[in-house]
């Protein structure tokens, strides 16, 4: 049976999102820099042009994982794994960049790094999730049954995403609403500081793009070798 040669360097497009994505990141962390500071928490607010981003990557890599996780189950196409493992790994990072710069800002504004309010608590959740689904990938050998495994993580542990987001308008909670409130469309941002945002968003979203193309292709040259 005849097969298409797999390639095994990184194409075009994926070299596209990785190289525009770091020539712009200090335009993005400049414009950051520029931006007028808030009226309650002064410059201290420029964290959020980190956290923030990397809080939407994060929940935007775990709804790809958990889309391309259903594709797998219906259609056993091992490419639709390695995607949604990509995703998961890639958003991991974008996560654990959102809770570290989320406690930098916690503790001049609460007094504290860490505290077991709604927010933090569903996000810590929600990170240990995907810490457990890349465990559960490393404990099972057979690659059918690691897939499946994975895929049933990677669909039950986004139930945490919309919960997560939604923990400030749910319960009582130390951390502020949504500037950007998704739900109403609504935006409660200074036109300057939104442009910054949005920007870097845009960034990180590129980063993103390239990293899971990028470990995408690692993960099928791993695969290839695991049969062989």
Same mark, same amino acid.
């Given at each position: 049976?005849?097969?298409?040669?797999?390639?095994?360097?990184?194409?075009?497009?994926?070299?596209?999102?990785? !190289?525009?994505?770091?020539?712009?990141?200090?335009? !993005?962390?400049?414009?950051?820099?520029?931006?007028?500071?808030?009226?309650?928490?002064?410059?201290?607010?420029?964290? =959020?042009?980190?956290?923030?981003?990397?809080?939407?990557?994060?929940?935007?890599?775990?709804?790809?994982?958990?889309?391309?996780?259903?594709?797998?189950?219906?259609?056993?196409?091992?490419?639709?794994?390695?995607?949604?493992?990509?995703?998961?790994?890639?958003?991991?990072?974008? =996560?654990?960049?959102?809770?570290?710069? !989320? =406690?930098?800002?916690?503790?001049?504004?609460? !007094?504290?790094?860490?505290?077991?309010?709604?927010?933090?608590?569903?996000?810590?959740?929600?990170?240990?999730?995907?810490?457990?689904?890349?465990?559960?990938?490393?404990?099972?050998?057979?690659?059918?049954?690691?897939?499946?495994?994975?895929?049933?993580?990677?669909?039950?542990?986004?139930?945490?995403?919309?919960?997560?987001? =939604?923990?400030?308008?749910?319960?009582?909670?130390?951390?502020?609403?949504?500037?950007?409130?998704?739900?109403?469309?609504?935006?409660?941002?200074?036109?300057?500081?939104?442009?910054?945002?949005?920007?870097?968003?845009?960034?990180?979203?590129?980063?993103?793009?390239?990293?899971?193309?990028?470990?995408?292709?690692?993960?099928?040259?791993?695969?290839?070798?695991?049969?062989?």
């Amino acid at each position: 049976m005849l097969k298409v040669a797999q390639p095994d360097r990184p194409d075009v497009l994926t070299w596209v999102f990785l !190289g525009l994505g770091l020539l712009l990141l200090p335009v !993005g962390l400049y414009l950051a820099l520029s931006a007028p500071p808030d009226v309650n928490q002064g410059y201290l607010a420029r964290i =959020m042009y980190l956290h923030v981003p990397g809080a939407w990557l994060g929940y935007l890599a775990f709804f790809v994982t958990f889309l391309y996780s259903l594709l797998y189950l219906f259609r056993q196409n091992p490419r639709y794994d390695r995607v949604a493992l990509a995703s998961a790994e890639v958003g991991l990072v974008f =996560m654990g960049l959102a809770l570290v710069t !989320g =406690m930098l800002w916690a503790r001049p504004t609460w !007094g504290v790094y860490w505290t077991w309010e709604p927010r933090l608590t569903t996000t810590a959740i929600l990170f240990a999730v995907y810490v457990g689904y890349f465990l559960l990938r490393g404990a099972i050998e057979d690659p059918e049954l690691r897939a499946k495994a994975a895929a049933a993580v990677g669909i039950l542990g986004f139930i945490n995403v919309p919960i997560s987001y =939604m923990s400030v308008k749910w319960w009582r909670s130390l951390h502020q609403t949504q500037s950007i409130d998704l739900t109403t469309g609504k935006i409660h941002m200074d036109p300057a500081m939104l442009q910054a945002l949005l920007f870097n968003l845009f960034v990180f979203t590129l980063l993103y793009l390239g990293f899971v193309r990028f470990r995408s292709l690692l993960a099928a040259l791993e695969a290839r070798k695991e049969e062989a």
